[in-house]
């Protein structure tokens, strides 16, 4: 896997796990409008968190598939996936 490669799949994952984190850590807004009842976003986002927990999650992830990309256990030239001479 080439460096660029590695750029684009840590992008990747990064944003799933954004998405997945980004409902982590949220309150509504104590009072609704009192014309539309409408609560609208959190009070408190807490977006910074949510940012260093979604690069260490990311890191941790594209670290493990780096792994498995290199190593030889998922392979179609051996390992278990290996098709064989025919």
């Known amino acids: 896997m080439g460096w660029p490669t590695g750029i684009a799949l840590y992008v990747v994952i990064w944003w799933i796990a954004l998405f997945a984190i980004l409902p982590l850590w949220t309150r ?9 009842g409408w609560r609208g976003g959190p009070g408190r986002p807490r977006l910074l968190k949510k940012f260093l927990a979604t690069s260490i999650l990311a890191a941790v992830l594209w670290g493990l ?20 001479d025919k």
């Open 65 to 84: 598939w780096y792994l498995l990309v290199i190593s030889d256990w998922l392979s179609f030239r051996t390992g278990w996936l290996a098709i064989g």
């Open 28 to 36: 509504p807004v104590a009072g609704a409008d009192p014309l539309t």
